[in-house]
Nanobody, 119 residues
Framework: QVQLVESGGGLVQAGGSLRLSCAAS????SSWFRQAPGKEREFVAA????????YYADSLKGRFTISRDNAKNTMYLQMNSLKPDDTAVYYC????????????????WGQGTQVTVSS
């Protein structure tokens, strides 16, 4: 099972940007999810093994960009124009079997990185 480690979270003001990293995501289909306090974990974005195909939650298109550098074995999530509603723990996931937008489809998860957006 691949080991995933997220980094890059922190406290940012509304309108600001952050870039999250997920190390050791490997050359495999990978995704970002997030979980806000009191809410279910939700799909954010996904990227194919080659990086040639990307998928986004409709509500986040245009503000978030997923990418990967397979030479560095790392996946990224660039988050721009952040809003307080983006506050959540962000997780990367890999080893998929099923629909990319379902948490139950992934076998490998990172420990999460906290993103807090202040108003």
């Amino acid at each position: 099972q691949v080991q995933l480690v997220e980094s890059g979270g922190g406290l940012v003001q509304a309108g600001g940007s952050l870039r999250l990293s997920c190390a050791a995501s490997g050359r495999t289909f990978s995704s970002w999810f997030r979980q806000a306090p009191g809410k279910e974990r939700e799909f954010v974005a996904a990227i194919s093994a080659s990086g040639g195909s990307t998928y986004y939650a409709d509500s986040l298109k245009g503000r978030f960009t997923i990418s990967r550098d397979n030479a560095k074995n790392t996946m990224y999530l660039q988050m721009n124009s952040l809003k307080p509603d983006d506050t959540a723990v962000y997780y990367c996931a890999a080893e998929i079997s099923g629909s990319y937008y379902r948490t139950s489809s992934y076998r490998a998860w990172g420990q999460g990185t906290q993103v807090t957006v202040s108003s």
